[in-house]
């Protein structure tokens, strides 16, 4: 069931789990996810960025939320950025918006999420927004600490604004890390407290179990997933194709079709997804 994300990250806050943010790009990933969530009663965010597609993805949900009904699940736009894609997303059915203005001064970020909540809230839409900035896994040793999210500003932005949960940076990274990641507990704990809002750690990927586990015991409710279920999918993928065009290949062979492909990929993103699943604690929490 198509839900507000807010109501999911609640029952996630009480319970003391996490829940996956997996991004979500065509029906393929979004069947995958929603069967991951089936098959181990889990809650589940579907993550959408703008380029993605927004009304498809929007026409979609409506689609697989009658396949898989009991499944508990929020339609999030990804990293908002022109003011454009969230009133599209909006308008598309999306569950929850994410204003992501995070580079922006910090009374620009506030009037700039302030609005977005002011619309979203008035049809019954979640609002997510980030403070502090999580960057790129790249440059990851030289940008780490420049965006780290300060407790005393988030507890006023969350006051100021009215968002319905908060994106810290507190030391992941988007993509591929260069470096070791090491996450600031101290300071997760440190906003968690001065916040009561559910929290979200962008860059889940590539930062290991262990890790996520503990900044969820501090206080996350939200893990962002893309580049490990991504590279998940793309290697079975890249074996179902070096096994159908090895040199010693019968060339009369049957080869796999590109939807067949495209099925491979998908079961190696569920099971990835499932995987997470145990790892935040929101199996049976449906």
Known sequence: MLTPMHELLQDAKQGHYGIPAPNVFSRFTMEACLQAADELNAPVILGC????????MGELARFYERRYP?????????????????IRAIRAGFSSVMVDRSTLPYDQNVAESKEVVKIAHAVGVSVEA?????GQGNE?????????????????????TGVDCLAVAVGTSHGAYKGT??????????????????LVLHGGSGTGDDLIAKAI?????????WTDLSQASNMAVKAAIEADYAPDV?????????????????????????????????????
């Open 49 to 56: 960025p703008g380029v993605f597609g927004i009304e498809e």
């Open 70 to 86: 009991k499944v508990p699940f929020a339609l999030n736009l990804d990293h908002g950025g022109p003011f454009e894609h969230i």
């Open 130 to 134: 980030e403070l502090g900035h999580v």
């Open 140 to 160: 990851y040793e030289e940008t780490r600490d420049a965006g780290l999210t300060h407790p005393e500003e988030a507890a006023s932005f969350v006051e100021e």
């Open 181 to 198: 990641p090491h996450l600031e507990y101290d300071l997760l704990s440190t906003i968690a407290q001065s916040v009561d809002v559910p």
């Open 217 to 225: 015991a501090c206080g996350i409710q939200k893990v962002n997933l």
């Open 250 to 286: 019968d060339p009369n062979k049957k080869k796999t079709n590109a939807c067949q492909y495209d099925e491979m990929g998908a079961a190696a993103y569920k099971e990835a997804l499932k995987h997470y699943m145990h790892v935040f604690g929101c199996v049976d929490k449906a």
